[in-house]
């Protein structure tokens, strides 16, 4: 069965991903910081962006695979998840190399948290309430 949705939105995040990667390294180069950060409060806003990247990413896209491969197809609000969660990580990733509080960083904060608690949500009513299967109708 294809996941596109997840697919896409995973393909899209993994370059996300990559910018925020060569930030922290460009940052470790240039400081020459081998480890930690150095007491370099840049290095340390690239490291927590990253950081916090990997912590909300991955289970957001388990979310949205597992959704996507109950239901049988990807929905509408599936795809407008997947473009929030794109659009929220790009926001934090800005908001996290401006001074707090700002918008960027509010917003990407507040979109990832609301993306895992309705997804959460869809996901445990799928689990107890399953769509028709294609032998349901016979």
């Known amino acids: 069965m294809l996941i596109p949705v997840t697919l896409i939105t ?16 460009s940052r470790r180069v240039s400081g020459k910081i081998m480890l930690g950060d150095g007491g370099d409060q840049l290095m340390l806003e690239r490291i927590r962006a990253h950081a916090n990247f990997t912590e909300f990413v991955p289970f957001t896209l388990v979310l949205m695979a597992g959704i996507e491969l109950t239901s049988g197809h990807g929905s509408l609000w599936l795809w407008g998840a997947g473009a929030l969660l794109v659009l929220a990580r790009i926001a934090h990733m800005i908001g996290m190399s401006r001074p707090a509080p700002n918008p960027f960083r509010a917003f990407g904060a ?5 993306l895992i608690l309705a997804l959460s949500l869809w996901a445990l009513w799928l689990g107890f309430v399953p769509p028709p299967g294609p032998h349901d109708f016979v």
């Open 110 to 114: 507040l979109a990832s948290w609301g």
């Open 10 to 25: 995973a393909g899209l995040l993994g370059l996300v991903f990559m910018v925020l990667t060569f930030r922290v390294v």
